[in-house]
């Protein structure tokens, strides 16, 4: 037994100590895999958070742009019943003088 040990030594060292090594070096590569994995899920939720504030910032931009048409309208409308309101009255008083006179 004595000599099986000492001519084989290195063999059983390496026996002994290669499995200890590659736990540790698996470990450790896992540990890297998480990482580089946690990095990528965190590169593609800021991609995504800044793919949304764009479209947010066009959706806003076109309701601006929206309001602004709406409220031009609203003014037109505004004036064009203005004109119709006088167009009332006037015929409105046109024919109370007509009444008076006939």
Not at 34 to 45: E, F, R
Not at 52 to 59: A, F, I, L, S, T
Not at 74 to 98: C, D, G, P, R, V
Request: charged share 30%; no cysteine.
């Amino acid at each position: 037994m004595k000599n099986f040990l000492t001519d084989n030594w290195q063999a059983i060292i390496i026996t002994i100590i290669a499995p200890v090594v590659a736990f540790f070096a698996g470990k450790k590569n896992r540990k890297i895999g998480q990482d580089k994995a946690g990095a990528s899920a965190l590169t593609a939720m800021q991609e995504s958070y800044a793919k949304w504030v764009e479209d947010q910032e066009e959706r806003h931009d076109f309701l601006k742009d929206e309001l602004k048409t709406l409220q031009n309208s609203q003014e037109a409308i505004k004036e064009e019943l203005k004109m119709w309101k006088e167009k009332y009255t006037n015929l409105q008083k046109e024919f109370n003088t007509y009444k008076t006179s006939h």
